[in-house]
């Protein structure tokens, strides 16, 4: 099993930044690609940003292109999203998400593929 806990979520205005955090712990060693998702109240879960388990592949939502970066560290084992140029829109749980299958590059914006969830964080814009 493997256990994933985010943090870093908080308030922020239009146009700050935020940076999330996700901290895997058991079996980590068994993680691929990792993803963030998010979801708004009365809305489906949807796919942020995905990181390949070396780093070198990166894949982004449209929404967010240009204004999210994701990372990883394997050493510690942790995915960060920082998010610049934040908007109402992007108000949202967000949640932390790995997968135990190497896909190679596939299905790294499906939740389906997903195979272990953090908790989530709370994040607010406001305008």
């Known amino acids: 099993q493997v256990q994933l806990v985010e943090s870093g979520g908080g308030s922020v205005q239009a146009g700050g930044s935020l940076r999330l955090s996700c901290a895997a712990s058991?079996?980590?060693?068994?993680?691929?690609?990792m993803g963030w998702f998010r979801q708004a109240p009365g809305k489906e879960r949807e796919f942020v940003a995905g990181?390949?388990?070396?780093?070198?592949?990166?894949y982004y939502a449209e929404s967010v292109k240009g204004r999210f970066t994701i990372s990883r560290d394997n050493a510690k084992n942790t995915v960060y999203l920082q998010m610049n140029s934040l908007r109402p829109e992007d108000t949202a749980v967000y949640f932390c998400?790995?997968?135990?299958?190497?896909?190679?590059?596939?299905?790294?914006?499906?939740?389906?593929?997903?195979?272990?969830w953090g908790q989530g964080t709370q994040v607010t814009v406001s305008s």
């Open positions: 998400a790995s997968q135990r299958t190497p896909y190679s590059g596939r299905y790294y914006d499906n939740k389906l593929y997903y195979d272990y």
């Open positions: 058991g079996r980590a060693f068994s993680i691929y690609t």
């Open positions: 990181i390949s388990w070396s780093g070198e592949a990166t």
